[in-house]
């Protein structure tokens, strides 16, 4: 039985020494192998003479570690806050504020404007802004330190037509034009002389509209000048064109004559005439027959009031009745007045000359008033006539020796007010056309009408 057992015992130490002998070979092998997780680099190749210390991989990647933001101006704001919120560097800003011709440019800050940076480490790279609707100022950083640009912006100008039908408001039909508001103020402002455009507007009053638009790099910017218009309110038809003569802009009627009075029709933006031009009122205070010899415009207190034309400040003061008045002389006989106003404006006095548009005082209550409202007369010789049917001088017309130049400005700007001829019937419908001119059109229809603004009538 012993016998039988000492084959096996020696068959199983054989085998386990086998084993050991294999686990023992891979071992080893493992041993020299390279790890997967830390793969082999090749040897770094030697940096030619002449080359940057810095490999250029290592620059690349310092370059990307800068960092770009875009920073919108808040109200109050200054660079030297910006640059304290941004933990920038504020010597770098003392040397950018010391280049050469762009200390205002780059001072002059509004809510809403963008500054671009590019920092890294709080140290500035490059800074970038518009400072003007043509302009781009940029900062770069370079190895002698700061350098400045001014880069002009490319704009365009097109032109527009618009128009529309007056249903309830003026600007509801701007609105369903696709007109700004903007536009329909001056349009509103042109014709201002000639339509009370809160009491003579009626449904059904049409009016066409030509003016610029803004673009840079086709992208809509803003509108520009309004270069002509048409209104007809209660059937009559009014015409205006812009022309620019010298260093004047206005605009006239097509046969030369200014759209401009003398007189604003009324010198206050009303809510509401509230008592008219009546020699038989019966006094709402005193509750006697007297006469109401002007009109009243009823306003929020505080309302800027302005001097219906140009001309000299006779009388400032309490005038009985009127409370807080003042009478403007014109010359050639004819003064207006304007009572219960809260106070006047800062150096209007005596003998000061004004000019049409003017604030001169404000809307207030004072004497003999039951609400916030301006009243206003307009006298000839002394003789009271009613501000709103008084027929009102205008100003002077263009020479004769303008006209052939005005014509000839002012024919493209007028032939646009025109509606386009119906076209004949045609087989396969042509798409409507597009109502922005191309550029090339606008362009000359802007020269001829010349550049500058207009001041806003009231």
Do not use: C
């Not at 054989?14 to 071992?27: E, N, Q, R, Y």
């Not at 963008?114 to 920092?119: G, P």
């Not at 034009?177 to 509103?188: E, G, T, V």
């Not at 009053?205 to 610029?212: I, P, Q, R, S, W």
């Amino acid at each position: 039985m012993q016998r039988n057992k000492e084959p096996l015992r020696l068959a199983f130490l054989s085998m386990v020494l086998g084993l050991t002998v294999i686990v023992s070979v891979v071992a080893r092998k493992r041993l020299h192998q390279p790890s997967v997780s830390e793969p082999t680099r090749p040897a770094a190749a030697p940096i030619p003479a002449g080359a940057p210390a810095t490999p250029p991989h290592v620059i690349a990647q310092e370059a990307s570690l800068a960092s770009s933001v875009e920073i919108i101006v808040r109200r109050n704001d200054t660079l030297d806050a910006i640059f304290r919120r941004m933990s920038l560097d504020l010597s770098d800003l003392s040397a950018i504020r010391n280049l050469p011709g762009i200390r205002q440019s780059l001072d002059y800050l509004k809510p809403g404007d963008a500054i671009k940076l590019t920092h890294r480490d709080g140290e500035v790279r490059q800074l970038s802004r518009r400072v003007s609707e043509t302009q781009t100022l940029s900062v770069v950083r370079g190895e002698g330190g700061f350098t400045a640009q001014l880069s002009e912006n490319p704009l365009e100008t097109r032109v527009r037509t618009a128009s529309a039908t007056i249903d309830s408001s003026l600007f509801q039909a701007a609105e369903s034009a696709a007109m700004s508001d903007a536009i329909a103020l001056k349009l509103a402002n042109v014709f201002a002389w000639d339509i009370d455009f809160v009491l003579d507007i009626r449904e059904g009053d049409h009016f066409t509209a030509v003016y610029e638009q803004v673009y840079e790099d086709g992208k809509y910017l803003h509108d520009g000048e309004l270069l002509s218009a048409e209104f007809v309110n209660d059937g009559k038809v009014y015409r205006a064109v812009r022309f620019q003569q010298g260093g004047n802009v206005g605009y006239y009627t097509p046969q030369g004559q200014p759209m401009r009075k003398a007189f604003l029709r009324a010198p206050v933006d009303f809510t509401r005439i509230s008592s008219a031009f009546n020699p038989h009122r019966l006094h709402p205070i005193l509750n006697t027959i007297r006469g109401h010899m002007g009109t009243d415009y009823a306003a929020p207190i505080g309302t800027p009031v302005h001097a219906a034309g140009d001309g000299r400040v006779s009388f400032e003061g309490v005038r009985g009745g009127y409370g807080n008045a003042i009478v403007l002389a014109h010359g050639g006989g004819t003064s207006t007045l304007y009572g219960h106003m809260s106070r006047f404006a800062r150096d209007v006095h005596v003998g000061s000359h004004v000019q049409q548009g003017e604030t001169i005082g404000y809307v207030g209550m004072t004497g003999l008033a039951t609400g916030p409202h301006l009243h206003y007369e307009y006298l000839i010789d002394g003789v009271h006539k009613n501000p709103q049917t008084v027929r009102l001088p205008g100003a002077e017309p263009l020479h004769a020796d303008v006209m052939p130049q005005f014509k000839l400005a002012t024919a493209p700007l007028l032939a646009a007010l025109d509606p386009a001829p119906n076209p004949l019937p045609a087989a396969n419908p042509v798409p409507a056309a597009n109502p922005v001119h191309s550029a090339s059109t606008a362009s000359s229809l802007a020269s001829a009408s010349g550049a500058g603004e207009k001041r806003s009538a009231r």
